[in-house]
């Protein structure tokens, strides 16, 4: 089985800093790309960030400048690096995978559960 586990959130000063990271593990051949999304209470889910098996980088607009999202390809990690975090930011943040099983010839879309987290003064 695959497994995405997110890791590194919690609360933080509105202008700080905090990373995310999530490691994928299990029976993976080959991820096609990994990415972030968030979703605050009473909203819907969006788009934070991705980033493809060659390194190319997707983001929301409105994060643009503020978030960076990077790949650490013997762990099977992605990370979300956020900075100037605001209030607005507050919500839950899941880590997603495209990607191939061993011995499967389709990829398929993963999930985490998510992680926790608080801009708050």
């Known amino acids: 089985q695959v497994q995405l586990v997110e890791s590194g959130g919690g609360f933080v000063q509105p202008g700080g800093s905090l990373r995310l990271s999530c490691a994928a593990s299990?029976?993976?051949?080959?991820?096609?790309?990994m990415g972030w999304y968030r979703q605050a209470p009473g909203k819907e889910r969006e788009l934070v960030a991705t980033?493809?098996?060659?390194?190319?980088?997707s983001y929301a607009d409105s994060l643009k400048g503020r978030f960076t999202i990077s790949r650490d390809y013997a762990k099977d990690t992605v990370y979300l690096q956020m900075n100037s975090v605001a209030p607005e930011d507050t919500a839950v943040y899941s880590c997603?995978?495209?990607?191939?099983?061993?011995?499967?010839?389709?990829?398929?879309?993963?999930w985490g559960q998510g992680t926790q987290v608080t801009v708050s003064s």
């Open positions: 980033i493809t098996s060659d390194t190319k980088t």
């Open positions: 299990g029976n993976i051949n080959i991820i096609y790309y």
């Open positions: 997603t995978a495209n990607l191939r099983r061993t011995g499967y010839r389709t990829s398929q879309i993963y």
